[in-house]
């Protein structure tokens, strides 16, 4: 609970945010910091956008 209450404190939609850390749950093991409610947005952005075109 006490996630889910923080994601809304933070203006976070919960049950994207917990979606989220079930998708990446290698990532957040790794560096949980990055996926807190408050930043988590910001960490998923470069991973959405995909790799980079080749050159």
Known sequence: MSL?????LNH???FEYLVALQRHADAVAANP???MPW???ATLTPQQAGP???D
């Not at 889910?4 to 809304?8: F, S």
């Open 39 to 41: 930043n988590y947005q």
């Open 52 to 54: 980079a075109p080749p």
């Open 12 to 14: 976070v939609a919960p």
């Open 4 to 8: 889910i209450h923080t994601a809304e």
């Open 33 to 35: 910091a990055d996926w």
